[in-house]
T-cell receptor
Framework: NAGVTQTPKFQVLKTGQSMTLQCAQD?????MSWYRQDPGMGLRLIHY?????ITDQGEVPNGYNVSRSTTEDFPLRLLSAAPSQTSVYFC???WGQGTNQPQHFGDGTRLSIL | AQTVTQSQPEMSVQEAETVTLSCTYD???????LFWYKQPPSRQMILVIR??????QNATENRFSVNFQKAAKSFSLKISDSQLGDTAMYFC????????????FGKGTRLHILP
């Protein structure tokens, strides 16, 4: 059971480039989400999905797009990378949206924008 | 590899009581950070408190305090005078110092504050 798999683990981009962070889970979880972790701050929710075909914005959605074409995959796209998007990104999944369901986190993607 | 273990999947306490959430971790590092995150129904992960391993003094934030036992690799969270708004999932997390930003989370403890 692989759990939540994020790729790549590290990435360096130039300002203006685009890229997609991949997230896949093999637990048939309905709920998936993307967070960013910045020094001295808690995880901030970027986008989330309550099921295939459904996505919604979190706290800091600007500059990011998501899609949920399958239950397993929830990619995060940076449209035009900016230095302010340098961060560590975490994908998470759970059975449902309520807090009674534990979240499973991926290992994170460390992204640097030059 | 570092691991973080939260042995209490779920807890319930009465409002105004004090509750302690357990966390143990395993690492060979000497310098690192430890965190407690709260996740309310909004799903946002809120940083409750953090501890730097080189500091012996336990961190405190209002009603939240930690008992950091470095030798025992234990990092428990105490919530005093618990409130209904404290109901949430709580995650313990570990991060190596400085250059490695990877955070390792425990599985979480679901805390219910009962009226």
């Amino acid at each position: 059971n692989a759990g939540v798999t994020q790729t790549p683990k590290f990435q360096v981009l130039k300002t203006g480039q685009s890229m997609t962070l991949q997230c896949a889970q093999d637990m048939n979880h309905e709920y998936m989400s993307w967070y960013r972790q910045d020094p001295g701050m808690g995880l901030r929710l970027i986008h989330y999905s309550v099921g295939a075909g459904i996505t919604d914005q979190g706290e800091v959605p600007n500059g990011y797009n998501v899609s949920r074409s399958t239950t397993e995959d929830f990619p995060l796209r940076l449209l035009s990378a900016a230095p302010s998007q340098t961060s560590v990104y975490f994908c998470a999944s759970s059975w449902g949206q309520g807090t009674n369901q534990p979240q499973h986190f991926g290992d994170g993607t460390r992204l640097s924008i030059l | 590899a570092q691991t973080v273990t939260q042995s209490q999947p779920e807890m319930s306490v009465q409002e105004a009581e004090t509750v302690t959430l357990s966390c143990t971790y395993d690492t060979s590092e000497n310098n690192y950070y430890l965190f407690w995150y709260k996740q309310p129904p909004s799903r946002q992960m809120i940083l409750v408190i953090r501890q730097e391993a080189y500091k012996q003094q336990n961190a405190t934030e209002n009603r939240f305090s930690v008992n950091f036992q470095k030798a025992a690799k234990s990092f428990s969270l105490k919530i005093s005078d618990s409130q209904l708004g404290d109901t949430a999932m709580y995650f313990c997390a570990f991060m190596k110092h400085a250059r490695d930003d990877k955070i390792i989370f425990g599985k979480g403890t679901r805390l219910h504050i009962l009226p």
